[in-house]
Each structure stands twice: as C-alpha cells, then as structure tokens.
C-alpha cells in the first residue's frame, strides 16, 4: 500500500525544538522529492519545505516563515524524512504533512495524515 | 514572494457548476494544481498540470489556466463535493498556496 506516516509530533515551549519524520512505503521513495507542508487550526495550507533525491543532490529549499530554523533530510535506506523545528514560536502550532512530489509530474500526489505540533508554555 | 488569489467562498446548487478561481501574475506560465480537503482530512489532488485529472477523480471535474487566472469547474456539483479547495503553483525552488476557497453546496 501506497502510503506515509508521519509520526513525532508533541506539545513543545516557546524556543524549543521538535523533529518529526515521514516513513514512506509502497513507492520508490529514493527517487522522490519529499515536501512539507502545514496547516493551522481553521487556517490554509503553507508550504514549509522541501528535499529533493540524491540524483538531486538532496537540495533544500524552504519558506520564508521558517528558513533558518527549520531543516529538512532524510534516510533512504530507511524510506523516512525529517523536518527539524529549532526556536519554535506559537505561530509555528499546526498540523504537519508530509507530501510526495511525483517523480515526473508536478504534483503532491501522496499526502500523509499529519502530525499535530503545538508551541505552548 | 510569488502569490495566488483565491476567493474565500463560492456557493453553488446541486447540479450546477461551480467555477472557483486563481490568480496571480502571469500563472498561464506555471503549471497549475487544486486539491479538496474535507474536514479532518488530508488534501488530495483533484487537478494537476492544470488540466490534467488523476484516475478515481470524477469527470466533473476539470481545470484551466491561461493569463493571470487558474480555474477549476465541477459541473454538476454534488453534495459530496463540499469542501475546501486550494490552489497551487511552482516558483523556481519554492512552493505556494492559495489561501483556499470553501464550497458550499445548498
């Protein structure tokens, strides 16, 4: 079964860090770039990030909401990505998905259940 | 930053069509996607490449994108079409979104 699972999520301070991960299975999950993507409570979707294959040098981008604070990688052989959160602000509080983009078409065709992150004290 | 415009609502009767739009400078030039997101759900895609409709998605659904506006139709709205819908479009290295449309089906 085509699928990912997003696990890692947590209730964390002001100024704390997190890492959540996305395990992959049922695709061929080296050859894909993997995006991050979150949604606040009753909020829209915002694009957090992104890490591309190793033919692709596993290049990084991200938004500018969160570059600088937040990074993304992953383990191929362990078909899992990563988003690290450092110096979490209570904007940062959403719901975290993590999105295949299709190896050949511009589209978030696999979509994850989402962890909930929550910035409180 | 590249943007994209999208209404915060559009109501439609069951059986009608619905259209809901995108906008943004000069979009006709990217490729153009909509997700559905019902509530407690994840997104799925419904429309890619801005025409283009994945297999298990409905023929009443279909898009276009020229000049500065994408548009995704559902002809023939049904109640089960309810949902949120977001735009979505590539920018060089980066990714955005649209602030999400809610279609409401009455």
């Known amino acids: 079964e085509v699928q990912l699972v997003e696990s890692g999520g947590g209730l964390v301070q002001p100024g704390g860090s997190l890492k959540v991960s996305c395990a992959a299975s049922?695709?061929?999950?080296?050859?894909?770039?993997m995006h991050w993507v979150r949604q606040a409570s009753g909020k829209g979707l915002e694009w957090v990030g992104r890490?591309?294959?190793?033919?692709?040098?596993?290049?990084?981008a991200y938004g500018a909401s969160v570059k600088g604070r937040f990074t993304i990688s992953r383990d191929d052989s362990k078909n899992t990505a990563y988003l690290q959160m450092n110096s979490l602000k209570a904007e940062d509080t959403a719901m975290y998905y993590c999105t295949r983009h299709h190896p050949t078409d511009d589209v978030f065709d696999i979509w994850g259940q989402g962890t909930m992150v929550t910035v409180s004290s | 930053s590249y943007e994209v415009t999208q209404p915060p609502s559009v109501s439609v009767s069951p059986g009608q069509t619905a259209s809901i739009t995108c906008s943004g400078d000069?979009?006709?030039?990217?490729?153009a996607c909509w997700y559905q997101q019902k509530p407690g759900q994840s997104p799925v895609v419904v429309i890619y490449q801005n025409t283009r409709r994945p297999s298990g998605i409905p023929e009443r659904f279909s898009g276009s994108n020229s000049g500065n506006t994408a548009t995704l139709t559902i002809s023939g709205t049904q109640a089960m079409d309810e949902a949120d819908y977001y735009c979505?479009?590539?920018?060089?290295?980066?990714?955005?979104f649209g602030g999400g449309t809610r279609l409401t089906v009455l």
């Open positions: 000069k979009l006709g030039d990217k490729y």
């Open positions: 979505q479009a590539w920018d060089t290295s980066t990714v955005v």
């Open positions: 890490i591309r294959s190793k033919g692709n040098s596993y290049a990084t």
């Open positions: 049922g695709f061929t999950f080296s050859g894909s770039a």
